[in-house]
Structure formats: structure tokens, C-alpha cells
RNA sequence: GGUCGGUUCGUCUAACGGUUAGGACACAAGAUUUUCAUUCUUGUAAUAGGAGUUCGAUUCUCCUACCGACUACCA
């Protein structure tokens, strides 16, 4: 009888997690969906040493924004401020959670036995050796060009069960406590080992070192054993992890075999690696600070030096364009389709497409994956993103329409709603005619100021008569520009469209807007023979305070006739 | 040093042993436009090197080079 598909996310809480751990737990849990089986969580704190608080909270938080939620390891207990369900790690049996407690150094009981019976059976050893006295023979070894291993021949050697008397054995067992149970890796084998992604591998024992399976000195298992017997009880049917445990892979199938679990050994499928972006190696922490980009999921203090590490939540990705971006570094669906929801990775996912080697990270398409979310995102929502910052910029309420209106013009020209604000602030604040000539930067008052460039290119005696001219023509005319009252939008729709009936007239009420200013300038421009690129530069420097950005017709609708008349007033007085 | 893994445009990658080696990001050029951006079109750019197997190798084998992981009483 097929097993149900359980497979599980098992990091340590050393730290916040990074964004190559964020993979594997999304590559699990896509092959958990799939498979119609179950996602795990299990923390693996059996490092006493290296635990750091905090760690634990981040690694489920980040889970929950990127919508990889655990289906075992977890209990909702209340509510995060946003009304989401706050998890944290089950400690209590529960039918959800059959194999609570997850946190390993909470099952600490459960080790040792284990660890026994693995001696018992003659495939462990008690070893008396102090960790100085190892340290000394590793040195020693390096100083002649040698390296020092615990294996079928040094441990001969070497203080332990085997070397010494029973008696013995027995006396330093309950008079010292730093003695450690090891692996006894069996003499000249040959493993043969299968991995899901890299195919058949094999190894010869000599190779391998007896590891320490169990130190009396914490009554703490290590990672090897914590991890065989866990993924056992748990009945995981697959191990997805990173490629940096591949060499240990040898000592986890002697271990199934050690114990008799070899027919419910799961399948194992060993992940590459994420590489930094420029050099060599593994991506770390420190290169996204170097080089400019997250390396988390999200922010984090380190409890002890409070330094902060930059996250792609708090840098503006939306958590839809991290997962999409994380499930193609390392995979492909086979077709050309690159954008893809969660959802829509599930039944197309597969182990066999991804790649053996490593992938280097690539800041720019990780932008460009979040712009195509943007621009699939609604104005509605969009709007809902950029209000915060309006009000913390302005100190004032718009209209939700007026920010549909403006994140809907402005949606093309950002990769982040972050940055809205930049590319539309004229709408909202006009550039402050005083503090121009001087171009000095003045940050607590958030007005535009003039481009100096700009102003001697563009403020020529002619360009400044033809936009006076403008300026009169713009008061003496009536055009439509935006507003929140729906009947006079119905109305002039109304009048537009019985006015004209061919196919290419406006649809919305903004596109008639604009292409009444825009006729109205244009046309004049053109019946006096300007040059348009001249005059319209010159509009758009006294409206936003340089030449480059949002089409004149759309900042005219925007900000209004009397707003309108004023920038150009304050332009040409201070230009 | 040893063990294991990897190597296709700058980057992410596609290609049952038979393709003009494809796509995307980035870059460049052109078109559109009142500027910028968008959009559209086009372009530059790769099988690490060497043997072998084969009618034919990016694909299979071996060697070399390079890159990486591991080599703790860390995970």
C-alpha cells in the first residue's frame, strides 16, 4: 500500500532563515501538495550553543507571509495585529499534531534509547576521547599534511568501548559525563545510494568517520541521529533538503540500515546550492549587504549586536513574486511561462526538473518578477498600498478614487509601490519656487524643487512667452479635470458619447479628461507653429520641477485648473 | 589534502544522440511619444578544454581544468 506523501522542513533556529532555506521549504511543501501529503515543520535545536531567540518566531512568520504554512508542527494560538493567525510550534499530541512535541530538544528523552540500541547492536561504540584530545590529534595530523579522522583504523587507537575493558567501559559511563556514543562506520563497503534529483551515487566506507551520534555531556543527540530517528517516527516519505548534506548522505543510509527502517527509508533529494551573484561560493548573509539586495524573507535584529539585515517584505516584493522567483532559481515547468501564483506551482512542480548545479542569484529579475505582479495587481489594491504614504507626505486624506486614478497611471513605471510616491508626488505637492535657484537639498519639507539644468535648458525668453500665452489661454478656457462626484463624470461620459459615435471615443472618464486638455495645448502649439518638445518640457519643469516623468494632459487632471495656473504663475516668476 | 557534487549567452535556463542551440532578465539599436517610462520590432551574446564511442555528441564514457559542498561532541 502506497504511503501517504509526508515530507518536512526541518531547519535550526540559529538565526534568521535565508531565502536558500525559504526554497527548500517551498520545494517541500509543492511536493507535499502535490502528492496530496502533508507538510511538517520540525525545528532541530539540538545545538544548545548556537540557539538563538528568535530564530524560531522569524522562521514561522516568514512561512506564513511567503503562504507556505505548515500542515504539522504548528497550533494557531490568537491573532497577529493584521488579523492573520499567529502559529507557533505544537508542544501537545493533538490529531493535527500526532508526533508533538516538533522541537527536538523537547523529544531530548527520546534519543538516547535509540542511541543505545545502535550499541547494543554492535553498531555503535562508547568513545571516552575529550574534545582537546581530538583538537590536539587533528592539529598534529594537519602539521604533517595529514588529516585526522575517527574511522575503522584510528579508532583502534582510541579511548572507547572498544579498545577498553568492559569493566572499564562501564565505570567511565557513570563516573564522567563528556563521553559521546559513535557511528562504527562498517570496514570497506560499498554504499549505493539514490538521490530523486543527481541519480545513483556510491561511496566505499573507508572514506567516512565514525560520527558522533549522542553526547553525554548535554544528553543531546546530533543532528545524524535527531534527524534519522525523527524523520522515522514522523514516517517521512521523502527528504528535500540542501545539497550541503549530500556528503552525509552515506552515513544516513548505514543509519536506516542499522536500525532495520530500510523499508520505510524515504527517498532523498539533495537541493544545489544558492550562490552568490558575483564571486564564489555559497550566498550569504553579507553578500546582500554588500552587494544591495535582502538575503531574508524578512528584516531582522540580531537579539545581541542589533544589527539589522534588510528583508524582501520590508523592501517592498510582495511575498507572490519572492515565491516565484525562489521557485525558478533552481527549477523550470519545462514551458516558457514564468509568472506563477502558489497555487498554480503545485501541479506542475517536479523533482526531476530541477537543476543539479548551483544558481546564482540575480537581483534585476528578481525586480522584474515583482513588477509583474504589480502590474497584475488591481488599482483598488494598489491604492490601498500607496495611501499611507500620501498621507505621511501630504499630512492629508485623498479620495479613493483619486489614488485608483493615479496608482493606475503610475503602475508601469515602478517595479516596487514603494515607489509611488517618487514618480506621482507632483500630483500631490508643487515644487517650491523659492527653494529652486539655490538647488539646496532641504528634506524635512517634502516639495519638489526646480532642476537647475533643466531651468537654464528650457527657461528661455522664448519658452517662457509661449507658456505665458499658454497660462491665458488655460484661464480663459473651461476643461474637465478629476473629481469624486460621480454625476458630473456620468454627465460629461454621457454628453461625450452621444456627441460622437465612432468607436474610438474615450472610455473612461480620465481618458476624456485628457484628451480635451490635451487638444486644447496641443492644438494651440500647433497653430502657432512651436516646437512641442520645447514648450511642453517647459510646462512640465514649472509643474513637477524637472523634465522628465508623467505626461502634461495627466498632471493638468490631476491637480487641477486653479493648481494649474498657480505652478505656472510660480514658474515663470522664478525661472 | 581527501571525499562527493557540478560546468550551455553576463545571469536564470530550454533542447528522446540529428535544432539556423530556443526563451527570459540585463544590455544595445530602431519605431511610437511633448520628456521619461511603457509598448512594439530588431540585435549582440553560450555548449570549459582534450580524447573516445557513434553515420552524427550540448546530450554517453574517460582525462584535464575550473567552481562548489563536506571534511566538529554545528546544523
Redesign the pocket.
Known amino acids: 500500500m502506497a504511503r501517504e506523501t509526508r515530507v518536512r522542513f526541518?531547519?535550526?533556529p540559529?538565526g534568521p532563515l535565508h531565502m536558500g532555506g525559504v526554497r527548500t521549504a517551498l520545494y517541500n511543501y509543492l511536493f507535499a501538495k502535490q502528492n496530496n501529503g502533508k507538510f511538517i515543520l520540525r525545528i532541530?535545536?539540538?545545538?544548545s550553543?548556537?540557539f538563538v531567540p528568535g530564530a524560531e518566531a522569524y522562521i514561522l512568520e516568514a512561512l506564513q507571509w511567503c503562504g507556505i504554512v505548515p500542515d504539522e508542527g504548528i497550533v494557531q494560538q490568537g491573532v497577529n495585529e493584521d488579523g492573520t493567525p499567529h502559529y507557533v510550534l505544537a508542544e501537545e499530541k493533538s490529531e493535527k499534531n500526532p508526533h508533538a512535541p516538533y522541537r527536538?530538544s523537547q523529544r531530548k528523552p527520546l534519543y538516547r534509547q535509540y542511541a543505545e540500541e545502535l550499541v547494543n547492536k554492535g553498531f555503535a561504540y562508547y568513545?571516552?576521547?575529550?574534545?582537546?584530545?581530538?583538537?590536539q590529534k587533528?592539529a598534529e595530523a594537519e602539521a604533517n599534511?595529514?588529516?585526522?579522522?575517527?574511522n575503522y583504523e584510528s579508532r583502534k587507537q582510541l579511548r572507547n568501548s572498544l579498545t577498553l575493558s568492559k569493566e572499564e567501559t562501564e565505570r567511565l559511563i557513570s563516573t564522567t559525563n563528556?563521553?559521546?556514543i559513535?557511528f562504527k562506520i562498517p570496514e570497506n563497503e560499498t554504499v549505493k545510494m539514490n538521490?530523486l534529483?543527481?541519480?545513483?551515487?556510491?561511496?566505499?566506507t573507508n572514506?567516512?568517520?565514525d560520527?558522533?551520534l549522542w553526547?553525554?555531556?548535554?544528553q543531546?543527540?546530533?543532528?545524524?541521529l535527531?534527524?534519522i530517528v525523527d524523520d522515522h517516527l514522523m514516517e517521512i516519505t521523502e527528504v528535500i533538503r540542501?545539497?550541503?548534506?549530500?556528503?552525509?548522505?552515506?552515513l544516513h543510509y548505514l543509519l536506516y540500515k542499522a536500525f532495520g527502517w530500510e523499508d520505510t527509508m524515504p527517498r532523498f533529494a539533495?537541493l544545489?546550492?544558492l550562490?552568490?551573484?558575483d564571486?564564489?561560493?555559497?550566498l550569504?548573509k553579507r553578500d546582500g549587504d554588500r552587494l544591495g539586495f535582502p538575503v531574508f524573507p524578512l528584516k531582522w535584529v540580531n537579539p545581541e549586536t542589533q544589527e539589522v539585515s534588510r528583508g524582501y517584505r520590508e523592501d517592498g516584493y510582495y511575498p507572490e513574486a519572492f515565491v516565484n522567483l525562489l521557485a525558478?532559481?533552481?527549477?523550470?515547468p519545462?514551458t516558457?511561462q514564468?509568472i506563477f501564483t502558489l497555487e498554480e506551482l503545485i501541479p506542475i512542480f517536479s523533482l526531476d526538473?530541477v537543476?543539479?548545479?548551483?544558481?546564482?542569484?540575480?537581483v534585476?529579475?528578481?525586480?522584474?518578477f515583482n513588477?509583474q505582479f504589480l502590474?497584475r495587481r488591481t488599482a483598488a489594491q494598489l491604492a490601498q498600498e500607496f495611501a499611507p504614504a500620501v498621507k505621511e507626505k501630504t499630512g492629508r486624506e485623498y479620495s479613493q478614487l483619486f489614488l485608483e486614478e493615479v496608482c493606475t497611471l503610475i503602475k508601469?513605471?515602478?517595479?516596487f509601490s514603494t515607489e509611488f510616491w517618487d514618480i506621482s508626488k507632483a500630483l500631490f505637492l508643487c515644487p517650491d519656487g523659492a527653494a529652486q535657484v539655490t538647488a539646496a537639498a532641504q528634506p524635512e519639507t517634502p516639495v519638489a524643487v526646480y532642476n537647475l539644468d533643466d531651468v537654464k535648458k528650457f527657461c528661455t525668453e522664448e519658452n517662457k512667452a509661449h507658456v505665458a500665452e499658454l497660462l491665458s489661454l488655460i484661464k480663459e478656457s473651461t476643461f474637465p479635470t478629476f473629481t469624486d462626484n460621480q454625476n458630473d463624470r456620468t454627465t460629461l461620459l454621457a454628453t461625450a458619447s452621444t456627441a460622437s459615435a465612432n468607436a474610438t471615443t474615450p472610455v473612461t472618464y480620465k481618458e476624456l479628461c485628457?484628451s480635451k486638455i490635451?487638444e486644447l495645448?496641443?492644438g494651440y502649439?500647433k497653430a502657432k507653429e512651436w516646437k512641442?518638445?520645447?514648450?511642453?518640457?517647459t510646462?512640465?519643469l514649472f509643474f513637477t520641477g524637472?523634465?522628465?516623468?508623467?505626461?502634461?494632459?495627466?498632471i493638468i487632471y490631476f491637480i487641477g485648473k486653479e493648481c494649474t495656473i498657480k505652478r505656472i504663475e510660480a514658474g515663470l516668476k522664478a525661472c
Open positions: 526541518a531547519p535550526s540559529t532541530e535545536d539540538t545545538d550553543q548556537r527536538q568513545a571516552f576521547d575529550s574534545a582537546e584530545e581530538l583538537n587533528r599534511k595529514q588529516t585526522f579522522i575517527y563528556n563521553w559521546t559513535r538521490d534529483i543527481r541519480g545513483e551515487m556510491e561511496v566505499n572514506t567516512l568517520d560520527k558522533v553526547k553525554a555531556a548535554d543531546l543527540p546530533t543532528y545524524h535527531a534527524n540542501g545539497a550541503e548534506w549530500l556528503p552525509s548522505l552515506p539533495h544545489s546550492l550562490l552568490k551573484p564571486g564564489k561560493g555559497k550569504s525558478l532559481l533552481g527549477w523550470n519545462g516558457e514564468e526538473r537543476i543539479k548545479s548551483g544558481a546564482k542569484f540575480n534585476e529579475k528578481a525586480k522584474w513588477e502590474r508601469e513605471r515602478a517595479h485628457c490635451e495645448l496641443t502649439i512641442m518638445g520645447q514648450v511642453m518640457n510646462l512640465r524637472n523634465t522628465r516623468g508623467l505626461g502634461i494632459s495627466d
